[in-house]
């Protein structure tokens, strides 16, 4: 797939709809689970300032720009993405052609309970079959009960909703034991499903304006959101000195 590097972080030129396609045919492999993450400004600019995240952020399989400022970060490299492709619409997406192929889906993170009110919705939405649920908060000895848990439900998709960098580096170092087939990281997106988060207006969606709905939302989030700013003059800065493809 064709792709632009931002900041050293590439990403790929995929539609949701293309996203999709290529996830579900990842379902139809054997061998290691492919991982798919779906970095925002802030997420790059994490890798710009890590090494080893930017190098984990590398070697996932799919990697989708879930944010607006990612697009315009594209633009200026002169190598435009045709449009965002945010992760929690991709899961959707993702769900309702899983529920007509009768894949199933294991969902692991977020607060105890907002997993398997997420799965309920999913289930009656779009009649995916869930796997399991397991929170996210855990010790070592919890942690093995979960692999072992997801090993024995051997789901088709793993989705590890930790936050950012916590599940791509859960996932980087996991996935080679894993009985599944993908394991996506999703951030808050089990809050969304399971009713606890409400998701910014489509009117915030299309403009591109989903971050202040939810720094109005939440405050307490202007720090991380300070990341945006220093993103975009980053990109301008020295945007150019990574090669594109």
């Given at each position: 797939?064709?792709?632009?590097?931002?900041?050293?972080?590439?990403?790929?030129?995929?539609?949701?709809?293309?996203?999709?396609d290529?996830?579900?045919?990842?379902?139809?492999?054997?061998?290691?689970?492919?991982?798919?993450?779906?970095?925002?400004?802030?997420?790059?600019?994490?890798?710009?300032?890590?090494?080893?995240?930017?190098?984990?952020?590398?070697?996932?399989?799919?990697?989708?720009?879930?944010?607006?400022?990612v697009?315009?970060?594209?633009?200026?490299?002169?190598?435009?993405?045709?449009a965002?492709?945010?992760?929690?619409?991709?899961?959707?997406?993702?769900?309702e052609k899983?529920?007509?192929?009768?894949?199933?889906?294991?969902?692991?993170?977020?607060?105890?309970?907002?997993?398997?009110?997420?799965?309920?919705?999913?289930?009656?939405?779009?009649?995916?079959?869930?796997?399991?649920?397991?929170?996210?908060?855990?010790?070592?000895?919890?942690?093995?009960?979960?692999?072992?848990?997801?090993?024995?439900?051997?789901?088709?998709?793993?989705?590890?909703?930790?936050?950012?960098?916590?599940?791509?580096?859960?996932?980087?170092?996991?996935?080679?034991?894993?009985?599944?087939?993908?394991?996506?990281?999703?951030?808050?997106?089990?809050?969304?499903?399971?009713?606890?988060?409400?998701?910014?207006?489509?009117?915030?969606?299309?403009?591109?304006?989903?971050w202040?709905?939810?720094?109005?939302?939440?405050?307490?989030?202007?720090?991380?959101?300070?990341?945006?700013?220093?993103?975009?003059?980053?990109?301008?800065?020295?945007?150019?000195?990574?090669?594109?493809?």
């Open positions: 797939m064709d792709n632009v590097n931002i900041l050293g972080v590439t990403i790929h030129h995929v539609t949701i709809p293309e996203a999709v290529c996830i579900m045919g990842y379902l139809e492999e054997n061998g290691t689970a492919r991982a798919v993450y779906t970095p925002n400004s802030e997420i790059i600019m994490m890798g710009y300032r890590d090494e080893e995240l930017r190098k984990i952020l590398n070697r996932a399989d799919l990697r989708t720009a879930d944010g607006i400022g697009v315009y970060a594209s633009r200026i490299l002169k190598k435009p993405l045709r965002r492709a945010a992760g929690f619409d991709i899961a959707c997406t993702l769900f899983m529920g007509k192929k009768g894949k199933t889906v294991y969902l692991f993170g977020s607060k105890p309970g907002i997993a398997e009110r997420a799965g309920e919705e999913i289930n009656r939405r779009w009649g995916v079959t869930v796997a399991g649920c397991a929170d996210g908060y855990f010790d070592a000895e919890k942690e093995a009960a979960i692999i072992a848990d997801i090993n024995e439900k051997r789901p088709d998709v793993l989705l590890v909703c930790l936050g950012a960098p916590k599940q791509e580096k859960w996932i980087d170092a996991h996935r080679e034991m894993l009985n599944t087939h993908v394991c996506m990281g999703l951030g808050g997106s089990l809050d969304v499903l399971a009713g606890n988060v409400k998701r910014a207006p489509l009117f915030f969606q299309k403009t591109g304006l989903e202040f709905y939810r720094l109005c939302k939440e405050p307490k989030r202007i720090g991380r959101m300070m990341d945006l700013p220093r993103f975009a003059w980053t990109v301008l800065r020295k945007g150019k000195q990574y090669p594109q493809g």
